[in-house]
């Protein structure tokens, strides 16, 4: 059986990294992962600009991050590398 593979793409430049991701079983979604430093505070700014995000956490895959699903239904995350990585 030949399955397609959803379609993915990486910028990097200096210390951001974005990562591009459509899933062809939903109508318009699509994601974008942001790696970057100071994900803490960029969490805190969006949160007093009264947008609505999840939570900001140590993730097991070794980041610290959290999601934005925007009026389209994409999701948008951010992250930075923890330090608290358990192997």
């Given at each position: 059986m030949n399955q397609a593979t959803a379609p993915k793409a990486n910028v990097c430049s200096g210390p951001i990294s974005?990562?591009?991701s459509s899933d062809s079983s939903t109508e318009a979604?699509?994601?974008v992962y942001v790696q970057m430093m100071?994900?803490?505070s960029?969490?805190?700014r969006l949160r007093s600009a009264g947008v609505?995000?999840?939570?900001l956490a140590e993730r097991p895959y070794g980041m610290r991050d959290f999601l934005v699903i925007d009026?389209?239904?994409?999701r948008l995350v951010f992250?930075?590398?923890s330090m608290n990585v358990h192997v």
């Open positions: 974005i990562s591009l979604a699509g994601n100071g994900v803490e960029y969490y805190s609505e995000v999840g939570p009026p389209w239904g994409n992250g930075e590398p």
